[in-house]
């Protein structure tokens, strides 16, 4: 097995969450490629290009993160680079049903790509970026919840300041 995982996900915006599970996905692969799902259903707040430009602040010193985007099934990206895992953080016991629903219909769709969990760490497990959002747009300090790097960014677009 190839030792490149595919992180997907909206990243509308970028948690610390995120983050965590990436830095920690690298101890474990040899490249994390974060990947920005094209989600038809999904009402983003940040394009596309606004959400990878967050992406590119945040990692682009490092080598063994790549940043991407892709349209249509996740399974068929995989094929296309190659990368033989997916990760996933599961922050609570509601995210695990959604998350084996969908583990198992990669699996089926896609048998060699292997899911592979992360517990999100204790101190962002109540995190979403719904949540942080809310938070920013009625003026709290989301201090610790998102990059740095972008923090000044989501407070420009969400509370005007
Ligand atoms: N820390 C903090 N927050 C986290 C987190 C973590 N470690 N992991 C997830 N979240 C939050 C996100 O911020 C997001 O919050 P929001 O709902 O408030 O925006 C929420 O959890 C879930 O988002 P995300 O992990 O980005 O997943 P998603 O549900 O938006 O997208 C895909 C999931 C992209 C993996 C899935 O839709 C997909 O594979 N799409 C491609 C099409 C496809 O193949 N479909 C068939 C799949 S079987």
């Known amino acids: 097995m190839n030792k490149i995982a595919i992180y997907p996900g909206s990243f509308d915006p970028l948690t610390m969450g995120h983050v965590n599970?990436?830095?920690?996905?690298?101890h474990v692969f040899d490249e994390v490629i974060v990947a920005i799902a094209?989600?038809?259903?999904?009402?983003?707040?940040?394009?596309?290009?606004e959400r990878l430009e967050h992406l590119h602040l945040v990692f682009?010193?490092?080598?063994?993160?790549?940043?991407?985007?892709?349209?249509?099934?996740?399974?068929?990206?995989?094929?296309?680079?190659?990368?033989?895992?997916?990760?996933?953080?599961?922050?609570t016991v509601s995210d695990y049903e959604y998350e084996f629903q969908m583990a198992l219909a990669n699996k089926r769709l896609y048998p060699d790509m292997e899911t592979i969990f992360m517990m999100t760490d204790g101190a962002y497990s109540y995190?979403?970026?719904?949540?942080?959002?809310e938070?920013?747009?009625?003026?709290?300090?989301?201090?610790?919840?998102?990059?740095?790097?972008?923090?000044?960014?989501?407070?420009?677009?969400l509370a005007g300041v």
């Open 60 to 91: 682009s010193a490092n080598p063994r993160v790549k940043i991407d985007r892709f349209e249509g099934l996740l399974v068929d990206y995989a094929r296309k680079t190659g990368a033989g895992s997916v990760l996933r953080g599961i922050r």
């Open 21 to 26: 599970i990436i830095e920690r996905g690298l």
């Open 38 to 49: 094209h989600n038809t259903s999904k009402k983003t707040v940040f394009t596309e290009e």
């Open 127 to 133: 995190l979403s970026s719904t949540i942080i959002k």
């Open 135 to 157: 938070i920013i747009r009625f003026g709290g300090s989301a201090e610790g919840m998102v990059p740095p790097a972008i923090a000044d960014l989501l407070k420009r677009k």
